[in-house]
């Protein structure tokens, strides 16, 4: 059985970037984690613009951040068994569903739905993003791939706020940037499919 199992991948930050799986993952988790600190920052206002309370508006948060909890360790639990791109497809998509209710959201109703979706796809997308490159790319640069990665999610996470909060200037409403960032995640969601599982470079 020990002889059968493949060996461990032990990719170099310059080997990682060459494969293409190394880019749609990145994309992917740049495309998922943008909104989220978007709604960091914009989520309370978004519901106390349509009459929600305060009081009311960190019961919304603390609900989605209550769901997600057991979704980490079932999406962890998966993870370990079957694909990971079909996992993370998953749970981005049902993200994606997640900002285009909120982006419409008038009422409470409408809040507790985007909770629940968006707990389910938070908790269930964190384990996978990360240990996705782990599986890929092996233990030895895990550190220098995961921040090479990371690096230009960072610049748009400082961008996407200010977008919108600017966009909401324009219009009044956090439609048209909750729904930009709902489509960007569904392509993150889309081009993970393709990122299989590279071949182990030859050192």
Do not use: C
Request: aromatic share 14%; charged share 10%; hydrophobic share 50%.
């Amino acid at each position: 059985y020990e002889a059968s199992k493949e060996p461990e991948p032990s990719f170099t930050l310059r080997e990682a970037l060459r494969t293409r799986s190394f880019w749609f993952i990145a994309i992917a988790h740049i495309a998922s984690a943008v909104p989220i600190v978007t709604l960091s920052i914009h989520l309370v206002p978004k519901l106390t613009d349509i009459g929600l309370s305060l009081s009311m508006a960190g019961v919304i948060v603390a609900t989605s951040t209550i769901i997600a909890i057991p979704f980490q360790f079932l999406s962890g639990y998966l993870g370990d068994r079957i694909p990971k791109p079909p996992l993370i497809f998953f749970f981005l998509t049902i993200q994606s569903a997640s900002l285009l209710v909120i982006a419409q959201a008038q009422s409470l109703s409408g809040a507790i739905l985007y909770a629940a979706l968006f707990g389910i796809a938070f908790g269930g997308r964190m384990p996978l993003l990360f240990s996705i490159r782990g599986e890929y790319f092996g233990r030895k640069s895990f550190s220098t791939i995961m921040g090479m990665s990371q690096l230009p999610s960072n610049l748009l996470m400082i961008v996407a706020p200010l977008f919108a909060g600017y966009m909401f200037d324009k219009t009044h409403s956090y439609f048209v940037p909750f729904t930009v960032f709902a489509l960007f995640n569904l392509l993150g969601a889309s081009l993970i499919l393709f990122a299989k599982k590279p071949q182990i470079p030859q050192h």
